[in-house]
């Protein structure tokens, strides 16, 4: 019989099913890029099953944790952008393209890599309460080094308002209807309970879930602008492996503990992919499209690399 732990032991092999599904789904379904409409929500409701699981009258010590925070700051934020400004010095990219790759490297993600920190055995709880920090770093920054990479003339067509829009329905809708669920369930309200068990059993196949709308409803853009793809995957594919170092680096020289680590390496691996996409669709055409296969791309990359992670994240940060 099928039970949570069994489901979270075999999630690996879900979700290698699902992409696989994901890419035949594309190639055999002429309007499989229908499935862009259901990001967003999967995303949402997958989020919202993953924050029913930390207990949030925990997160108060998280605050505390100085050198966490310190660690994580310096490794997104000082770090990885140092570390793309080496990876496009030396992948020469047309200036579209490097906005793309710009837009999604220099964003840390501020959604699900909490569900990736909590598979891989990091600190979720202070992921979690970084995630408003992450945001306003991010969008305090991002026109900073779109400036120190490119120039002054990209600031202008950088729009806030869908990246401020998916944090809202993304973040703060789903972190408030979980912890009225929990509010619901401390006070032992049968129907509260009833939700938080259910809600236990949704971030394995909502993560699959997400994995399957995501890559079967981009896939033939990408599929379509191939050329592009090939100029970026050595960009993409460098990140990932040395983004997780950047972030151990950083917590070795503030010397957090193990799950600290491991959490920091997540988040300096894990970037604002699928959150900054609207950002770049309010682009100007055909700025927009162009930087969104770039992105969307990253995404691709990324999800492979992220069932990597879980497994070897731990490894490298043993305790």
Known sequence: MMNREILEEKQIYIYIATLVVSVVTALIWNNSHLLEKAIEPVIAVLLYSMFCQIPFLELKKAFSNRSFFKALLLGNFVLIPFLVWILISIFPLSQITTIGVLLVL?????DYVIIFTHLGKGDAKSVLAS?????IFQLLLLPL???????????????????AQAFIY?????????????????????TGKALLNFSSWLPVPLMALTFFVVIASQIGVVYNNADIIYTVLPVYILFAILAPLAGK??????????????????????????????????????????????????????????????KVIPVLTKE
Not at 106 to 110: H, M
Not at 131 to 135: N, V
Not at 261 to 266: E, K, L, M, T, Y
């Open 106 to 110: 220099l964003t840390p993600c501020i």
């Open 131 to 135: 995630t408003p920090l992450l945001f």
């Open 145 to 163: 080094y779109l400036w120190l990479f490119l120039g002054k003339e990209t600031i202008s067509i950088i729009e806030i308002k869908p990246f």
């Open 170 to 190: 993304l973040i703060v809708l789903p972190f408030t209807l979980s912890v009225i669920t929990q509010l619901f369930s401390q006070r032992s309200n049968q």
């Open 249 to 310: 680096l950083s917590a070795r020289l503030f010397r957090v503990g193990i799950k600290e680590s491991r959490a920091i390496s997540f988040s300096t691996a894990t970037r604002n992919s699928l959150v900054v996409l609207p950002l770049a669709l309010s682009l100007p055409v055909p700025v927009n499209q162009l930087a969104a296969i770039v992105i969307v791309t990253q995404t691709i990359v990324e999800i492979f690399f992220e069932l990597i992670y879980i």
